[in-house]
T-cell receptor
Framework: AQKVTQAQTEISVVEKEDVTLDCVYE???????LFWYKQPPSGELVFLIR??????QNEISGRYSWNFQKSTSSFNFTITASQVVDSAVYFC????????????????FGQGTTLQVKP | DTGVSQNPRHKITKRGQNVTFRCDPI?????LYWYRQTLGQGPEFLTYFQNEAQLEKSRLLSDRFSAERPKGSFSTLEIQRTEQGDSAMYLC???????????FGSGTRLTVV
């Protein structure tokens, strides 16, 4: 069975602090994909990153960085120098290999981490 | 075609009434997913279409729920005899062969009173 755990329910930081959002996943697939989405108060899920299981390189995009470690089944997300506009709910998600063994590519989401960045 | 469109944005209905939501995916996307999100939770998968074929349904999709995607274009999700427990945000997402990120719509927020 596939599962995603985001143990941090809420995090509150002051602007310009760095913050790391944790994500731990479980899957029996050898090929899988990991995602992070941002959900601002407006409700729309905004895609941030997609990482496949064979690519363990860490990625940096501006103030955002992601650390993927297969050994610990973790895919953590760090925001450097946080800003008030980063306040949102962040979801980590997992999908299997689309088209393999009937896998439809549906996303399995964690419960989300609410990040509040105070000015 | 700038994204996934969902209508209506909000729906308030009385318990026992039927409701229907519509999702218009990105035109070249052949894969379409419906999810349900309750307050404080992550989205949960409901059903999946590849073109016009409904290929997977979650156990969350009770007999009161039905989804269609005629001609592989837009999709509708109908809930019959709504219950208060159906109150949630219903999200639609589409993708092209699952090779890229999934694009989500803004959702339809259903309130059953």
């Amino acid at each position: 069975a596939q599962k995603v755990t985001q143990a941090q329910t809420e995090i509150s930081v002051v602007e310009k602090e760095d913050v790391t959002l944790d994500c731990v996943y479980e899957t029996r697939d050898t090929t899988y994909y990991l995602f992070w989405y941002k959900q601002p108060p407006s409700g729309e899920l905004v895609f941030l990153i997609r990482r496949n299981s064979f690519d363990e390189q860490n990625e940096i995009s501006g103030r955002y960085s992601w650390n993927f470690q297969k050994s610990t089944s973790s895919f953590n997300f760090t925001i450097t120098a946080s800003q008030v506009v980063d306040s949102a709910v962040y979801f980590c998600a997992l999908s299997g290999p689309v088209g393999v063994s009937g896998n439809t590519g549906k996303l399995i989401f964690g419960q989300g981490t609410t990040l509040q960045v105070k000015p | 075609d700038t994204g996934v469109s969902q209508n209506p944005r909000h729906k308030i209905t009385k318990r026992g009434q039927n409701v229907t939501f519509r999702c218009d995916p990105i035109s070249e996307h052949n894969r379409l997913y419906w999810y349900r999100q309750t307050l404080g939770q992550g989205p949960e998968f409901l059903t999946y279409f590849q073109n016009e074929a409904q290929l997977e349904k979650s156990r969350l999709l009770s007999d009161r729920f039905s989804a269609e995607r005629p001609k592989g274009s837009f999709s509708t999700l109908e809930i019959q005899r709504t219950e208060q427990g159906d109150s949630a945000m219903y999200l639609c997402a589409s993708s092209f062969r699952g090779l890229d990120g999934y694009t989500f719509g803004s959702g339809t927020r259903l309130t059953v009173v």
